[in-house]
């Protein structure tokens, strides 16, 4: 009963595809009358076929010549059709998958996080790029097939009957059993090659690792092991693929036996209720035809249950709750930050890890402008009081509030427009480092960019590149190092000119130099904003106003470096002490 429940469910949300056809109708309808057209073309070439035998067997030229010229019209007419009929399909099918992809797409992104944690990147991008080829597949092709099959059918029916019903009765009774017979017998004997593939891939395996491990299997002697172990797998894969050898041969003898002898046996019965050449040659092309629709009718069965599971994976993604985003064109005033923060009794577990408590109980307060250190043991949860600031997540527990305004209250996108991160791994799309700079900002100008590279101590290596700002960076362009990355993600900042600034300081160690110039550029950044350091090395982080030391996601000590470094057993303190001596 679910079982149903459930297809029904697939079915009707298949049906809502052809929402995004829907615009193309015109183009569609057209579509489909070139397939009606070529269709019926299709099937008045066995008839006439017929007639230019019969007309042959009389030696009428004048009829033969009239049948051979309608002949090659009705080719022409059906390849014209058939052309036509692909152009305007592919055409709605694009642009309607295009619309699909665009919609999906843009769900996706604007999910919220948690969506993200429990998703592999692989899974989702193959639900856009090959669940929508599988639809495009459909769409320009099965769907077509399957009306060209049913009028073939049909149509082809109706000839028959015209011709003869005693006959087609006859065909009737033996043809579509075999038909149908030899197509599900193919289908599992495809089934059963892929586990030929699979075992000889096992197989496979023995020999990658064995040969990979070499070392190992020398060294424990295991040769004659191995020899088993690959000679059992072989021969398996051996067995199952004798098996499946004689299931082929099976299948050629059924293809020559039932499906041939059925032809054999309409022709013969044909011959016996006294039919004339040219008829019974049409009947048997007619015959062929709707055989062939049926065995193909099976098939884009199959390839439509795909595309249903397909629009299944696909609509489940548009089923998941998106954040409430909006593009930011202007602050308005009530949503413009002055810079306070306060965070009050937060608690934070991640969604999925509820039993796993990441923030207990947080409080602490950031007056404008200040600038606040985060400070603690790997996986304290320093990280995680960034995502709550930036609405990542929601907390579990507690209020944060801006400017005494609960953070609810201000629209998600305007919030984090007036926040900038400079994270420790800073990410460069694939473009040119003036569009990964402009990335803070998006209606920068060049100027405003090379201000921006300037302020961040970045202009100086950007300028000596040949390329300059125009360098193609990441995978397919120049690899920046670290510290220039780090440069690239201030300008970005310096661009955004953020009310609050978020720091994710570098773990990886700069070089002196660069060191040097970053801190520079992120001193120069600091003034006139709030900011939030989440800080690795202690050394930087003397002049900040506060510092808030965290231990499994509670606050254990909160001053100034100067009062803290003079708490005897502090936390703290004893961070300093192992730093500062190695
Ligand atoms: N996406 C996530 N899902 C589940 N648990 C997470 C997730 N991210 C972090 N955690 C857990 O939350 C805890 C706090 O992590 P967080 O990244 O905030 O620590 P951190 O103090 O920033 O550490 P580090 O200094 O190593 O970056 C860790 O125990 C971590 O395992």
């Not at 934070?348 to 400070?375: C, D, H, M, W």
């Not at 527990?397 to 991160?421: E, V, W």
């Amino acid at each position: 009963m679910t079982a149903i429940n459930h297809h029904k469910k697939d079915i009707s949300r298949s049906l809502q595809l052809f929402k995004y056809l829907q615009p193309y109708w015109a183009t569609i309808a057209a579509g489909l009358l070139c397939l009606v057209i070529s269709s019926l073309a299709g099937l008045a070439f066995p008839e006439m076929l017929g007639r230019l035998i019969d007309a042959s067997k009389q030696d009428n030229m004048r009829a033969i010549h009239i049948t051979g010229l309608v002949l090659i019209g009705l080719l022409t007419v059906q390849s014209a059709a058939s052309f036509f009929r692909t152009v305007l399909f592919v055409k709605a099918a694009e642009k309607a998958l295009a619309s699909l992809r665009q919609t999906i797409y843009n769900h996706l992104i604007q999910l919220p996080m948690h969506f993200f944690l429990t998703r592999r990147v692989g899974e989702l991008n193959s639900r856009i790029s090959s669940d929508v080829m599988l639809l495009q597949e459909t769409f320009t092709t099965t769907l077509a097939e399957f009306i060209r099959q049913l009028l073939t059918i049909v149509g082809g029916l109706v000839f028959l009957m015209l011709t003869s019903i005693n006959l087609t009765i006859f065909m009737l009774a033996i043809l579509p059993v075999m038909v149908i017979v030899a197509v599900v017998f193919g289908r599992s004997i495809r089934h059963f090659s892929q586990k030929v593939q699979d075992q000889v891939a096992s197989s496979s395996t023995v020999v990658e690792e064995t040969l990979q491990g070499i070392f190992s299997v020398k060294a424990f002697a295991n040769e004659f092991r191995e020899m088993k172990r690959y000679r059992e797998r072989t021969d398996e894969a051996a067995n199952i693929g004798i098996q499946n050898g004689k299931y082929r041969a099976a299948l050629s003898s059924f293809i020559i036996m039932g499906i041939f002898g059925a032809l054999v046996a309409v022709i013969w019965r044909g011959a016996v209720i006294g039919l004339d050449t040219g008829k019974l040659f049409s009947f048997v092309l007619y015959s062929v035809f709707i055989g062939s629709s049926i065995g193909s009718l099976t098939e884009i069965y199959a390839s439509l249950q795909k595309s249903i599971g397909a629009t299944e994976n696909l609509f489940a993604i548009l089923d998941e709750p998106a954040e409430p985003l909006s593009p930011v064109t202007a602050i308005a005033p009530e949503d413009a930050l002055h810079g306070n923060i306060r965070f009050s009794n937060v608690s934070f577990s991640y969604p999925g890890r509820e039993s796993l408590p990441v923030l207990r109980k947080i409080s602490f307060q950031v007056r404008a402008n200040q600038t606040i250190a985060l400070v603690g043991p790997s996986g304290a949860g320093k990280s995680t009081i960034v995502s709550l600031l930036l609405r990542l997540y929601d907390t579990t527990g507690g209020h944060i509030s801006f400017d005494n305004k609960d953070i609810h209250q201000f629209p998600l996108s305007a919030l984090r427009s007036q926040m900038a991160t400079v994270p420790q791994d800073v990410f460069l799309f694939g473009g040119t480092i003036l569009e990964n700079i402009a990335y803070g900002r998006e209606d920068a100008t060049e100027e405003e960019i090379i201000e921006a590279a300037q302020k961040a101590n970045a202009w100086e290596f950007i300028e000596r590149l040949p390329l300059g700002l125009n360098t193609i960076v990441g995978e397919r362009g120049m690899q920046l190092s670290g510290g220039q990355r780090q440069r690239i993600a201030i300008a970005r900042a310096v661009l955004k000119q953020p009310r609050i600034l978020i720091l994710d300081e570098a773990t990886s160690a700069l070089d002196a130099e660069s060191e040097k110039l970053v801190q520079d550029a992120l001193n120069k950044l600091m003034e006139g904003r709030t900011s939030i350091v989440i800080a690795h090395r202690l050394a930087t982080i003397r002049q900040a106003d506060k510092i808030i030391v965290i231990d499994k996601g509670s606050i254990v000590e909160e001053g100034t470096h100067h009062e803290l470094v003079n708490i005897d057993e502090g936390l703290y303190r004893n961070l300093c002490e192992m730093q500062f001596t190695q």
